[in-house]
């Protein structure tokens, strides 16, 4: 667990530091990618193998299914509310926005 830390931090020191150029970035970013395929791939491989994850799979992925719906249900329902709350202060926003760009 240590050495994973010690490459986080030293990860974000690197990034940080502003010292990776736009070449590297692009480096970095494909190799994200290909070593985020390549462990999806294995945590598939290693559930594929699993009888408990298999037998159990039906029943997981309809709960999952249901979690799924719940929270966009949950968000659609919260924005609705939060826009209700704030709608006269987007729409003093909005007006002063106009107003400074017709200035």
Same mark, same amino acid.
């Given at each position: %667990?240590?050495? +994973?830390t =010690? %490459? +986080?931090?030293l990860g974000l020191a690197a990034g940080i !530091? &502003?010292?990776?150029? @736009? /070449?590297?970035n692009h480096i970095l970013s494909v190799l994200t990618k290909i070593c985020l395929f390549i462990m999806i791939f294995c +945590? /598939? #491989?290693k559930i594929g193998c699993d009888e408990t994850v %298999?037998? #159990? =799979? @039906?029943? +997981? &992925? $309809?709960? !999952?299914f249901f979690l799924c719906i719940g929270g966009m /249900? &949950? !968000?659609? $329902? =919260? %924005?609705? #509310? #939060?826009g209700k709350l704030f709608r006269s202060s987007f729409h003093e926003l909005l007006r002063?926005?106009?107003?400074s760009s017709r200035l």
């Open positions: %667990m240590l050495k +994973l =010690l %490459m +986080l931090v !530091s &502003g010292r990776l150029t @736009p /070449a590297m +945590l /598939a #491989a %298999m037998q #159990a =799979l @039906p029943v +997981l &992925g $309809i709960q !999952s /249900a &949950g !968000s659609v $329902i =919260l %924005m609705a #509310a #939060a002063d926005e106009e107003r």
